[in-house]
């Protein structure tokens, strides 16, 4: 079961920030935080990742609460080809590092 | 950056058949691939993990001899959907991770574009 809840679905005004959250108050020591979307009927894509520490890459930014039990991507500016489903999955990189998918956030960029 | 490619990326094939579709890495060697199934409006399922060389782990509940899973390669994981029945209509989805992997560290995973099966 994946081990993250998120909002079923958002709506976002063009050219906003766009801020998805996510619970995560379970994860462990060894667990990082990733964020992948899917555009409709395409495969996922990486988006950013953290574990402790606030990351900000060409794409989002992710911020993580202090204690870890909860993070949220940060898309500075919305396009309408931000309009997918996003995931937030925790990963223990000292196993065998499989993506379990829960049932993300359906974020809708509207003009 | 990594390029993972599926092929075919959609197929019908009438029930009984059986279809093989392929994953490919195409820029980087991967250790290991991961087959997933998505339904419609639903999420991504992990049917099973791939290893290089050896059998596939499979996730519980998925047929281990109806979904046949082969990673003969470094760069290539097959999985053949043997006697397709209509409910077997999905969106079949591989992710490959990165060789060498290095304990301790996540190892990037690059997903295909998926390949939509129609059973009729």
């Known amino acids: 079961d994946a081990k993250t809840t998120q909002p079923t679905s958002m709506d976002c005004a063009e050219g906003r920030a766009a801020n998805l959250p996510c619970n995560h108050s379970t994860i462990s020591g060894n667990e990082y935080v990733y964020w992948y979307r899917q555009i409709h009927s395409q495969g996922p894509q990486y988006i950013i990742h953290?574990?402790?520490n606030n990351e900000t890459n060409e794409m989002a930014s992710l911020i993580i609460t202090e204690d870890r039990k909860s993070s949220t991507l940060i898309l500075p500016h919305a396009t309408l080809r931000d309009t997918a489903v996003y995931y937030c999955?925790?990963?223990?990189?000292?196993?065998?590092?499989?993506?379990?998918f829960g049932q993300g956030t359906r974020l809708t960029i509207n003009p | 950056g990594a390029v993972v490619s599926q092929h075919p990326s959609w197929v019908i094939c009438k029930s009984g058949t059986s279809v093989k579709i392929e994953c490919r890495s195409l820029d980087f060697q991967a250790t290991t691939m991961f087959w997933y199934r998505q339904f419609p409006k639903q999420s991504l399922m992990l049917m099973a993990t791939s290893n290089e060389g050896s059998k596939a782990t499979y996730e519980q509940g998925v047929e281990k001899d109806k979904f046949l899973i082969n990673h003969a390669s470094l760069t290539l994981s097959t999985l053949t959907v043997t006697s397709a029945h209509p409910e077997d209509s999905s969106f079949y989805i591989c992710?490959?991770?990165?060789?060498?992997?290095?304990?301790?560290?996540?190892?990037?995973?690059?997903f295909g574009p998926g390949t939509r099966l129609t059973v009729t």
């Open positions: 953290g574990l402790k």
């Open positions: 999955i925790v990963i223990d990189i000292q196993g065998a590092q499989k993506l379990v």
């Open positions: 992710s490959a991770r990165a060789f060498p992997g290095t304990s301790g560290s996540y190892d990037e995973q690059y």
